[in-house]
């Protein structure tokens, strides 16, 4: 328990400190973690997360967000990957099914649930997924697995870690999977199976004391199917159909880092990431290019200072079908950005302000501040009580603006289009935050936070005037939406989590989160839809469990319980996951698990929100066996 509230993290202020001491609700999933969670991906391994909503909407796609909003792309949530984003301007979220990191490669996920946009920029709203991977020299020898199952059919990898001279290591990896598919809401076959081939290799190196040196790159490519509806004029009809995506990327990143001396250093990054995605409905090539820079400066005795500036170039290509299109169909944008946060010791070891802002110009929307002000007070060691006041923003995507998408055919024939405001401006939060962070007994450490968020400007959709294409053959009523800011309102709520080591074999993590939401749209919308879809989209209560025990020095046995609430705005039941695996380890290099999943219902849904871009299925029990070496 006292390594856990003494861990390194970096994500809420850029630089190692405490997680005792950190002024924000960050929480930290360790390797150890990973290993007892039974997950094969990462949005399984985020259920863990007080705070965090994880709804699974068919074999290959997600909705995660912290602290409500919710939806397949949630735009208030950043996810980096090693300081990577994985955010896509396109959709304005994160493509779940080609964040593709293996498992064994992951140091620890570092989680803040809350605004992170002094920090981290633009769209860290509600919050920000660091995901950062062991150094090279961690991860020497080969490691091999592999398993399969009822649904995860095939999974494997290969890889290997040495030494190139007594300054140089380096890894090589690649890695498989192939998952079937679910059945769809009548019970049918629903199409969604996924597979995918990844590859990739990080090196790192100390050509001197005061330079390191990283490179790292990932290739991957794979497919997946889904059923979309697809809208047909004439007859008028709203058909489902098939469609297979196919998947493809890379990236390369290069990270040097320079210390001046015990009290200054500097770090740049360099990034390159291109992939393209063959639908569900669009099909997207998008490259990107991003430097970033920052400094670390220590004054004096009492103010720790970083700032940073940076910029990103991202361009994309696009070939729209029938159903969706983008207008126009490509696009390229820069960003520019520059922060500063300073740390000032108003009490040595005891009280620490944290002051900072990002200056950020987004794609759309021009240029914004988000600035925080955090308070964390350590009375005694192994306590901590925290405050932050915040503002962050989500500016718009290219779907925001440049939509062009049919929702529905009608007799008539007419069609419903959704269209994209060329004037749509960013949303903003300002968060009130309080939390306190303990370990009351040397057996057990706990966690809680609690939040008031204010929004403004929340997407809206606003009907137009209908009117008739002329153009089309024969003639169209066209009743046309367009999105609008005219949402706001307050959320609150509080995360729990607790760690709590009963025996010396016994241990037991629980956790809660509640979250309440009021929104409301303005005095000029004639949005009827969207206050009510949002606050139903996302549970007001969550729990969760999880036990690991030591049956033995060679057996240990895990079983995760987590219950989610109901969402009345989408006719989703409430529901609760059971996943449970025994691990048997034979010796030092190899071990055998076998793992069940979603145990207490044959199949569930957890998520089916209409305006997604594929329809939803219904999550199967499952199992797998999974066999590691590591040699």
Known sequence: MEGLMDLEVTSASKKEQKLSQ???????????????????????????????????????????????????????????????????????GVNWDTLDVPLEDIERIEVIRGPGGAVWGANAVNGVINIITKKAADTLGMLLTAGGGTHTQELGM????????????????????????????????????????????????????????????DLYTGGQGNVVVHSILSPPDNV?????????GGNILGRWNHSFSNRSD?????????????????????????????????????????????YRHSADQTIGTIDEAFVPADWAGELFTLFVQDQIALKSDRVFLYAGTKLENSYFAGFDLQPSVRLAWTPSKGRTLWGAVSRATRTPSRRDVNLSAVLAALPGPAEVLLLGNPNLQAEHVLVYEVGYRAQPAAAMSIDVAAFFNTYHGLQTIE?????????????????????GNKLHGTTDGIEVSVSWKATRRWTVSPGYALLQSRLHTGPTSLDTTSAADEEGSNPRHQAQL???????????????????????????ASYTRLDTQLIWRFGESMEAGLVGQNLLQDHHVEFNDTLATVNSSQIKRSAYAKVTWHF
Do not use: C
């Open 22 to 92: 950190v002024p924000a609700a960050l929480f930290v999933i360790t390797q150890e973690d990973i290993r007892r969670s039974a997950a094969t991906n990462i949005p399984d391994l985020l259920r863990m997360v007080p705070g965090m909503d994880v709804a699974q909407m068919n074999a290959n796609t997600w909705a995660i967000s912290a602290r409500g909003l919710n939806s397949e792309f949630a735009g208030e949530l950043l996810v980096l990957v090693d300081g990577r984003t994985a955010y896509t301007p396109l959709f304005a």
């Open 463 to 483: 009907p137009l005037p209908s009117f008739v294409d002329a153009n089309s053959q024969p003639p169209i009523l066209v009743h046309p939406l367009m999105f």
């Open 546 to 572: 999880r036990s690991h025990f030591e049956l033995s020095r060679a057996l240990a046995w895990d079983a995760n319980a987590y219950f989610v609430g109901r969402l009345p705005a989408q006719a989703v």
């Open 158 to 217: 290969v890889q290997l870690g040495g030494n190139i001279n007594a300054d140089t290591s380096y890894r090589i990896f690649t890695r498989y999977f192939n998952n079937g598919h679910f059945p769809d809401l009548n019970g049918a076959n629903a199409q969604d199976n996924w597979h995918l081939l990844h590859g990739g290799f990080r090196v790192d190196s100390s050509p001197s004391k005061e330079d390191s040196l990283t490179v790292q790159g």
């Open 240 to 248: 489902t159909f098939d469609r297979l995506t196919s998947l493809s």
């Open 266 to 310: 500097v770090t740049a990054q360099f990034y390159f990431d291109r992939y393209t995605r063959s639908g569900p409905q669009v099909r997207e090539a998008r490259n990107t290019f991003d430097f970033d820079f920052q400094h670390h400066l220590a004054l004096g005795n009492r103010q720790d200072l970083i700032w940073g500036a940076g």
